[in-house]
């Protein structure tokens, strides 16, 4: 059963930034757009992971700032747009802006721009010296584990000047790749996510846990890291998530290690024709998610 998406301030996502996979992050990215954008005012102003939740149902972003401008919490101050720090005021393309601090954040491991060290280790005076030159303008270079796709469309959101970012949050979400929006039932929501993401999370974990040779990591290509890289991930939350679908995901698992005997049957027997057939099977499916990089 889907679980609502609703802010939690016993579930924040916090120093859990650090621990996102991409398709992870991302998600949490569209889901925080959307919230911004339905805040009931032209902008929020108050985007950072300790405002942000993350439940069974996903991120839900927490309230507006009730205090007047001045009165910000560090948290606030590190993922705030410049022209909020100076004005007191913005537009939707501030939200933009700290959305895409989360996302910085997000392929970091937890650093936001400037920082020289993990920000457990990060000092005050660091902290002010990073502050400082991002809201001075200072060119924020986006890091290379943003990738091809996302890393173009980060730069975007961290503009200095607020009108060359994303004009607001459903432009941004349409960057990140979002452009084609499907309206599923309850139960059609619970069977995809058991296929696309639940099914892989659990292939992912299940090849780590199949071996236990201590130097695989000497002996792999980008491969075995590519399929295995979701597989460090947050025990509790996916225990939970993988329980309460579980209808779901043992039905895909059935189906998946059907396919999987498909194949060993095909090896055994020596079946050249029918693990090629396999092959060029699996090549045009995957042709569907091949997606031009964002202009």
Avoid at 78 to 91: H, I, K, Q, S, V
Avoid at 187 to 202: N, P, R, T, W
Avoid at 240 to 257: A, G, M, P, R
């Amino acid at each position: 059963m889907s679980k609502e998406r609703k802010f939690s301030a016993g579930q924040l996502l916090g120093e859990g930034i650090r621990r996102l996979g991409r398709e992870e992050l991302i998600a949490m990215a569209l889901e925080i757009c959307a919230d911004a954008a339905d805040c009931g005012a032209e902008f929020h102003g108050n985007i950072h992971p300790g405002n942000i939740s993350r439940g069974e149902g996903g991120a839900a972003l927490g309230p507006r700032a009730d205090h007047e401008p001045g009165d910000w919490s560090t948290d606030e101050l590190e993922y705030m747009a410049p022209e909020l720090f100076w004005n007191g005021t913005a537009t939707a393309a501030a939200d933009v802006y700290s959305i895409g601090l989360l996302l910085f954040a997000g392929v970091t491991g937890g650093l936001l721009p400037f920082f020289k060290r993990a920000p457990e280790n990060m000092t005050n005076e660091m902290r002010a010296s990073a502050l400082r030159r991002r809201m001075n303008g200072d060119e924020i270079n986006i890091p290379a584990a943003a990738g091809e796709k996302l890393g173009p469309v980060m730069a975007k959101c961290l503009r200095f000047e607020a009108t060359e970012r994303y004009a607001d949050t459903k432009e941004l979400a349409e960057a990140l790749g979002f452009k084609h929006i499907c309206t599923l039932t309850v139960q059609e929501h619970d069977k995809m996510i058991g296929y696309v993401s639940q099914l892989c999370h659990a292939i992912a974990v299940s090849l780590m846990c199949a071996n236990d040779n201590s130097s695989l990591c000497e002996y792999t290509g980008d491969s075995f890291r590519d399929l295995t890289r979701i597989a460090r991930i947050n025990d509790k939350m996916w225990a939970e998530l993988f329980l309460w679908n579980k209808e779901n995901l043992i039905s895909e698992i059935d189906q998946f290690d059907a396919a999987l005997q498909e194949m060993r049957a095909a090896l055994v027997a020596d079946d050249r024709d029918k693990l090629e057939q396999m092959f060029r099977l699996s090549t045009q499916r995957r042709a569907a998610f091949d997606k031009k990089l964002p202009e």
